[in-house]
Nanobody, 121 residues
């Protein structure tokens, strides 16, 4: 499956962004879709994941309550709605596909190219 992430940009502290991850290729609904982020000089870290149907989601603690993963299998798209953004959320955000929901990077088989999110103070 091929993944394309988009929707990043520059936003002020407290602002909102919605990232999109559009998939093509193999059966999209067979995969859990996770979001990861990588800040400059840091390792890539898990942010959130939605299972194949979107009715089971899991979040990294700092994202919990501010980020929401929404899934639309009819559009082969998973969204990461981010609100109340903070400067520490600045990173390149990646979406990835896995056979099962996971918060571990190695559990993901397919990766999108990443989209930059910058939160100014």
């Amino acid at each position: 499956v091929q993944l394309q992430a988009s929707g990043g940009g520059l936003v002020q502290t407290g602002g909102s962004l919605r990232l999109s991850c559009v998939a093509s290729g193999r059966t999209f609904s067979a995969y859990a879709i996770g979001w990861f982020r990588q800040a400059p000089g840091k390792e890539r870290e898990f942010v959130a994941v939605a299972n194949w149907s979107g009715d089971n989601t899991y979040y990294l603690d700092p994202a919990h309550g501010r980020f929401t993963v929404l899934r639309d299998n009819a559009k082969n798209t998973v969204y990461l709605q981010m609100s109340n953004l903070k400067p520490e959320d600045t990173a390149v955000y990646y979406c990835a596909a896995a056979s099962h929901s996971s918060n571990i990077l190695a559990g993901y088989e397919y990766w999108g190219q990443g989209t930059q999110v910058t939160v100014s103070s």
